[in-house]
T-cell receptor, first 113, second 113 residues
Framework: QQQVKQSPQSLIVQKGGIPIINCAYENTAFDYFPWYQQFPGKGPALLIAIRPDVSEKKEGRFTISFNKSAKQFSLHIMDSQPGDSATYFCAASSADSWGKLQFGAGTQVVVTP | DAGVTQSPTHLIKTRGQQVTLRCSPKSGHDTVSWYQQALGQGPQFIFQYYEEEERQRGNFPDRFSGHQFPNYSSELNVNALLLGDSALYLC????????????FGPGTRLLVL
């Protein structure tokens, strides 16, 4: 039973485009929502994270939008570059299970030159 | 400042054998979590260690066990290996109470034949 559902499975955008990855969850106890970037042969690297009391957070070219009532959150990659080509994972955890991250299935993003 | 390190990088075992994977956390971190990432999927939480004790455990059988040493490094042991145990095993370290700082190592790729 996957607690965090992620879509799409893959997407291709041209350089400068804005890939958007969506995630949905059911567990209302989740209170921490990070996004990870993973390159082939590497471990996941923390990109950006958000808590439910904030609707949007930006860090560089990465933006998280959060809709608490819909239990959905998304990652936007502004002005995407070929170097952003990677697999992106959303995740969630709750205060009562601190450190136990529930991951989505991942989205493979390809940015063409 | 060294990040999370894991050894070995790759490992090939046969069904029924036992394997031990090792992890050194990022300097200053005291908590280690282990995840299993099957090909094309998101990481799945195995367990977490703090103060040399298992704090939390995911839905993994008792064949999966671990240990944390006084210097915070950790081992993951898997007994009676099955073909389905073939995966990338990831170690993540963090500082208790600061869940945002969960850093992943590069992983150990285990192939069970």
């Amino acid at each position: 039973q996957q607690q965090v559902k992620q879509s799409p499975q893959s997407l291709i955008v041209q350089k400068g485009g804005i890939p958007i990855i969506n995630c949905a969850y059911e567990n209302t106890a989740f209170d921490y929502f990070p996004w990870y970037q993973q390159f082939p042969g590497k471990g996941p690297a923390l990109l950006i994270a958000i808590r439910p009391d904030v609707s949007e957070k930006k860090e560089g070219r990465f933006t998280i939008s959060f809709n608490k009532s819909a239990k959905q959150f998304s990652l936007h990659i502004m002005d995407s570059q070929p170097g952003d080509s990677a697999t992106y994972f959303c995740a969630a955890s709750s205060a009562d299970s601190w450190g136990k991250l529930q991951f989505g299935a991942g989205t493979q993003v390809v940015v063409t030159p | 400042d060294a990040g999370v390190t894991q050894s070995p990088t790759h490992l090939i075992k046969t069904r029924g054998q036992q394997v031990t994977l090792r992890c050194s956390p990022k300097s200053g971190h005291d908590t280690v979590s282990w995840y299993q990432q099957a090909l094309g999927q998101g990481p799945q939480f195995i367990f977490q260690y703090y103060e040399e004790e298992e704090r939390q455990r995911g839905n993994f059988p008792d064949r999966f066990s671990g240990h944390q040493f006084p210097n915070y490094s950790s081992e993951l042991n898997v007994n009676a290996l099955l073909l389905g145990d073939s995966a990338l095993y990831l170690c993540a370290s963090s500082l208790l109470g600061v869940q945002e700082t969960q850093y992943f190592g590069p992983g150990t790729r285990l192939l069970v034949l």
